[in-house]
């Protein structure tokens, strides 16, 4: 199984109305902003003997922060997009549930019915035998979903992806 292959097969089922997208940059500047600050009020404090720690923690922070903000910005920019719905304006939730093989039968119907609420009601299984990957959108009852088996170290279709814009 791999969710980019997964990702894909909805990009492509949704006619446009299901695109991949990459979050906005503008809480990692923000981040980096604050360690840029941080920066800029050690250099503020006098330097004296008194002082010596907090300007030392100052820089400390401020190095870790504008660090953190870094990596953020290029997962950003450089990161892979996740599912975005585009008419309600919002990324898709992912959930991931585990079964136990002897659910197979449950599991089938409710992803032939794409409904989400019958897999809630299922009992997961700490040993993935089977794998269902389930995008759904906060904002409306778009879902999208598809069964996998594990079998000899890889995961296998079991149903093909099934959508549902009305549910």
């Known amino acids: 199984m791999n969710i980019k292959d997964f990702n894909e097969a909805i990009y492509a089922s949704s006619n446009g109305v299901v695109v991949e997208h990459r979050k906005s940059i503008i809480a990692p500047?923000?981040?980096i902003a604050v360690g840029i600050a941080l920066f800029v009020a050690n250099s503020l404090?006098?330097?004296s003997a008194e002082t010596t720690d907090l300007k030392s923690t100052l820089i400390l922070a401020g190095?870790?922060?504008v660090g953190i903000g870094a990596i953020l910005l290029c997962?950003?920019?450089?990161g892979a997009g996740i599912p975005?719905?585009?008419t309600?304006?919002?990324?898709?939730v992912c959930k991931q549930y585990s079964f136990a093989r002897e659910q197979k039968g449950a599991?089938?119907?409710a992803i032939e019915n794409c409904d989400r609420l019958a897999l809630d009601a299922l009992e997961e299984s700490d040993i993935a035998g089977i794998t269902v990957l389930c995008y759904h959108s906060p904002r409306s009852k778009y879902c999208a979903m598809q069964a996998f088996a594990y079998d000899e170290f890889v995961?296998?279709?079991i149903t093909p992806l099934a959508i549902s814009k009305d549910r």
């Open 63 to 65: 190095a870790f922060v």
């Open 88 to 92: 309600d304006k919002c990324y898709l």
């Open 75 to 78: 997962v950003r920019l450089f």
């Open 107 to 109: 599991v089938v119907k």
């Open 45 to 47: 404090i006098s330097n």
């Open 155 to 157: 995961y296998n279709s």
């Open 84 to 86: 975005y719905h585009t």
């Open 29 to 31: 500047v923000v981040v």
